[in-house]
């Protein structure tokens, strides 16, 4: 299972749609003539002059130029972000005090343990779980592969009761979430179809 970037882009999205609406209704005042109150400048039917001897000096193209690369910075950034990615806590730290010892734990040694768990589990042909959070509140995801013959609510009740729990003891702390999706092969050429439980 892989993360994506939806909260990034509503925010990214939100922020861009507040930028133009903000721009939209500055040129909208601009040409009702609300704003010649404030500034005769920003009259409808006002001279440009001012505006084109500003565009026209020497270090106008150098601040197009920053800006432009400061967009195609954001811009770059944000496809990377669209990229779906595997999501692994840090290692966990066991103790709560480093005086009486340090003992960390990777996350991905965790989450193969779960899976190879799962994989004992009737019907199930292949797990994959991710680890996430910290160690006072872990996340478990959980992708199985099922039998299209396999019993589904034992296969959930199976990673709610014993996979879940023992990664729980394991961890010393009570898991704050579990997704689990469960994916149906029902030959293996064909299509697998899968189920989300959360």
Same mark, same amino acid.
Request: proline residues 4%.
């Given at each position: 299972?892989?993360?994506?970037? /939806?909260?990034?882009?509503?925010?990214?999205?939100?922020?861009?749609?507040?930028?133009?609406?903000?721009?939209?209704?500055?040129?909208? /005042?601009?040409?009702?003539?609300?704003?010649?109150?404030?500034?005769?400048?920003?009259?409808?039917? /006002?001279?440009?002059?001012?505006?084109?001897?500003?565009?026209?000096?020497?270090?106008?193209?150098?601040?197009?130029?920053?800006?432009?690369?400061?967009?195609?910075?954001?811009?770059?950034?944000?496809? #990377?972000?669209?990229?779906?990615?595997?999501?692994?806590?840090?290692?966990?730290?066991?103790?709560?005090?480093?005086?009486?010892?340090?003992?960390?734990?990777?996350?991905?040694?965790?989450?193969?343990?779960?899976?190879?768990?799962?994989?004992?589990?009737?019907?199930?042909?292949?797990?994959?779980?991710?680890?996430?959070?910290?160690?006072?509140?872990?996340?478990?995801?959980?992708?199985?592969?099922?039998?299209?013959?396999?019993?589904?609510?034992?296969?959930?009740?199976?990673?709610?009761?014993?996979?879940?729990?023992?990664?729980?003891?394991?961890?010393? /702390?009570?898991?704050?979430?579990?997704?689990?999706?469960?994916?149906?092969?029902?030959?293996? #050429?064909?299509?697998?179809?899968?189920?989300?439980?959360?």
């Amino acid at each position: 299972m892989r993360r994506t970037a /939806a909260a990034a882009n509503r925010t990214g999205l939100i922020i861009l749609g507040l930028i133009a609406l903000i721009i939209g209704l500055a040129v909208l /005042a601009i040409g009702f003539g609300l704003t010649a109150p404030v500034d005769p400048a920003l009259e409808a039917g /006002a001279d440009l002059g001012p505006v084109a001897s500003v565009l026209a000096l020497p270090y106008s193209a150098l601040i197009a130029v920053v800006v432009a690369l400061i967009l195609a910075i954001i811009g770059l950034r944000w496809l #990377s972000v669209q990229v779906p990615r595997k999501d692994f806590a840090k290692p966990f730290r066991m103790q709560a005090d480093a005086r009486t010892g340090l003992t960390t734990v990777n996350a991905e040694v965790i989450a193969e343990a779960v899976a190879a768990d799962l994989e004992s589990t009737d019907g199930v042909s292949d797990a994959t779980v991710i680890l996430r959070g910290t160690a006072r509140s872990p996340e478990l995801l959980i992708h199985v592969d099922a039998d299209e013959r396999a019993d589904i609510d034992a296969i959930i009740a199976e990673v709610a009761e014993r996979a879940a729990g023992n990664a729980a003891m394991a961890l010393g /702390a009570p898991l704050s979430a579990v997704a689990l999706e469960i994916g149906i092969a029902r030959t293996r #050429s064909r299509r697998q179809r899968s189920v989300s439980v959360q």
